[in-house]
């Protein structure tokens, strides 16, 4: 398994992305997709949209990050800074193009 798959899975947040992609993914492709089959782009274009729905107004995640009762806001700090450590270490370039999701990877 590759060193960003497998950092990638250590990731709660992340572990539910592939869940859900991975799932949809085979029923459109007619096999098994797995992290694996994700190109290091696309793990990483998946990482930073994930970080970004903890401060997307209205998200669960960003609910979760400002819960007052404190039980969700402890997962959601915990899952940033996972994320936030595995861009620091996986991104390749600072202001590179996504082609894949057209977009700034900052």
């Given at each position: 398994?590759?060193?960003?798959?497998?950092?990638?899975?250590?990731?709660?947040?992340?572990?539910?992305?592939?869940?859900?992609?991975?799932?949809?993914?085979?029923?459109?492709?007619?096999?098994?997709?797995?992290?694996?089959?994700?190109?290091?782009?696309?793990?990483?274009?998946?990482?930073?949209?994930?970080?970004?729905?903890?401060?997307e107004a209205g998200h669960?995640?960003?609910?979760?990050?400002?819960?007052?009762?404190?039980?969700?806001?402890?997962?959601?700090?915990?899952?940033?800074?996972?994320?936030?450590?595995?861009?620091?270490?996986?991104?390749?370039?600072?202001?590179?193009?996504?082609?894949?999701?057209?977009?700034?990877?900052?």
């Open positions: 398994m590759r060193a960003i798959v497998k950092a990638a899975i250590k990731i709660p947040e992340m572990v539910f992305a592939f869940e859900t992609i991975c799932e949809d993914d085979s029923k459109s492709q007619g096999r098994e997709v797995t992290p694996e089959d994700y190109t290091d782009e696309e793990i990483v274009s998946e990482a930073e949209y994930r970080l970004s729905t903890y401060f669960i995640n960003d609910d979760m990050r400002i819960d007052d009762e404190g039980v969700g806001q402890k997962v959601a700090i915990k899952d940033i800074k996972m994320l936030i450590a595995f861009l620091k270490k996986y991104k390749t370039a600072e202001g590179q193009w996504s082609n894949l999701t057209n977009h700034l990877i900052k």
